[in-house]
């Protein structure tokens, strides 16, 4: 069974900064694209930052330049720093990972979740 168990959220004031970690667990032979994606109350969950397991990333307009998405392939951990926090970022936040198991295909596996609340 994978496990991708996420750490780092909390409360901050406006214009601080977070780090989220995700690490995956769980009979893993390879790991493709991971990410963070985030859901407001009242929104649908949307897409945060990608990266490529070559390092490639991609990142949702609203966060480019304050956010930084980065990866360490041996440890199956992808990271998420976020600089100015804004209100706009309050959200549970969910990593997701390209996973494939031992005599398995790569599937999507999620995180549990981690609360970012951004006070102004």
């Known amino acids: 069974q994978v496990q991708l168990v996420e750490s780092g959220g909390g409360l901050v004031q406006a214009g601080g900064s977070l780090g989220l970690s995700c690490a995956a667990s769980?009979?893993?032979?390879?790991?493709?694209?991971m990410g963070w994606y985030r859901q407001a109350p009242g929104k649908q969950r949307e897409l945060v930052a990608s990266i490529t397991r070559g390092g490639r990333t991609k990142y949702a307009d609203s966060v480019k330049g304050r956010f930084t998405i980065s990866r360490d392939n041996a440890k199956n951990t992808v990271y998420l720093q976020m600089n100015s926090l804004k209100s706009g970022d309050t959200a549970v936040y969910y990593c997701?990972?390209?996973?494939?198991?031992?005599?398995?295909?790569?599937?999507?596996?999620w995180g549990q979740g981690t609360q970012v609340t951004v006070s102004s």
């Open positions: 997701s990972a390209k996973i494939r198991r031992v005599l398995d295909i790569f599937r999507d596996y």
């Open positions: 769980g009979n893993i032979v390879s790991t493709n694209d």
